[in-house]
């Protein structure tokens, strides 16, 4: 295993610790008396996976470290990390009652990535060749994820998550739909080449 996939198995160990520091912390403010160090030290592990993300793409691309093994895990490592964010801040409260990510949100974005992998799975149940890139709009979809994710987390203005979340969810949807027609059209193409 290269260095860059231990930093990327180290992010989806992190997971768990996030997600527990984050209901231990939503139990303390159930109770009346928030331990903000509970909140701090839940952030920081976000913090510190989240941008172990980058560090491990770029050692793997300039220490040439890239695998068949980092290429399969990493995709998983990000998006465990990003759906596990937004589930435990949609069933619990941040700080303040109602302080968290909307149901309706979590919702889409589970609806959005389900959609998806059960897109590749049929491209790849008919033997249609699936690579991996990123459209601009799943980029965008992901930044406004972790954007909303950071407004619930680090609470600095006062306004109302679910305005972050909005934005996020337009993008979300809208990457969904590209991702889709973009399965389509594989599809298609590979249907023509049979025929």
């Keep these: 295993m290269t260095f860059a996939s231990k ?55 300039h220490f040439n470290q890239r695998s068949a093994f980092g290429a399969f895990i990493d995709p998983i490592a990000d998006k465990t990390l990003l759906l596990t964010g937004i589930i435990t801040l949609s069933l619990i409260d941040w700080g303040s009652i109602g302080w968290r990510i909307p149901l309706w949100f979590t919702a889409l974005v589970i609806m959005r990535d389900a959609v998806i992998l059960g897109g590749i799975c049929i491209l790849w149940g008919c033997k249609v060749k699936v690579e991996i890139r990123p459209h601009w709009t799943g980029k965008v979809c992901t930044f406004t994820q972790m954007f909303a994710l950071g407004w619930v987390m680090l609470r600095w203005l006062s306004f109302s998550p679910t305005y972050p979340c909005l934005v996020a969810g337009l993008f979300t949807a809208w990457s969904g739909v590209a991702y889709f027609l973009q399965g389509l059209t594989l599809l298609k193409s590979t249907d023509l080449h049979h025929r």
Excluded: C
């Design 7 to 61: 930093i990327t198995v180290t992010r989806l160990l992190m997971v768990p610790v996030f997600a527990v520091l984050s209901i231990y912390y939503a139990q303390t403010v159930k109770n009346g008396h928030p331990t903000e160090a509970l909140r701090h030290a839940a952030l920081i592990v976000f913090v510190i996976a989240s941008a172990s993300d980058a560090l491990d793409g770029f050692i793997a691309r």
